[in-house]
Nanobody, 119 residues
């Protein structure tokens, strides 16, 4: 059974930083595409970033590019999202998700972690 567990969320002032982590059981991140998504109150879930199974290719939403960095630690089997220069608009529940090769949609989702950025 695959389980994704996010951690690292919290309350931070605008301009501050947080580092989110996603740990997996029953799945190896080097074999899947891993993404971070977020959902703010009253809004639809949106893509934030992803990292391919090779670990060499990443993609970011334009709203976070240059401020957020996605990375993977194969030894710990974790995927992290370093978030710098946070803005109040970054406030949301952040989700980690994984997609197996050939799958049209993400197969597995974590329960989410709350990030709140105060102005």
């Amino acid at each position: 059974q695959v389980q994704l567990v996010e951690s690292g969320g919290g309350l931070v002032q605008a301009g501050g930083s947080l580092r989110l982590s996603c740990a997996a059981s029953g799945l190896t991140f080097s074999n899947v595409l891993t993404g971070w998504f977020r959902q703010a109150p009253g809004k639809e879930r949106e893509f934030v970033a992803h990292i391919l199974w090779s670990g060499r290719i990443t993609l970011y939403a334009s709203s976070v590019k240059g401020r957020f960095t996605i990375s993977r630690d194969n030894g710990k089997n974790t995927v992290s999202l370093q978030m710098n220069n946070l803005k109040p608009d970054d406030t949301a529940v952040y989700y980690c998700a994984a997609k197996r090769p050939g799958s049209a949609e993400y197969n597995y989702w974590g329960q989410g972690t709350q990030v709140t950025v105060s102005s």
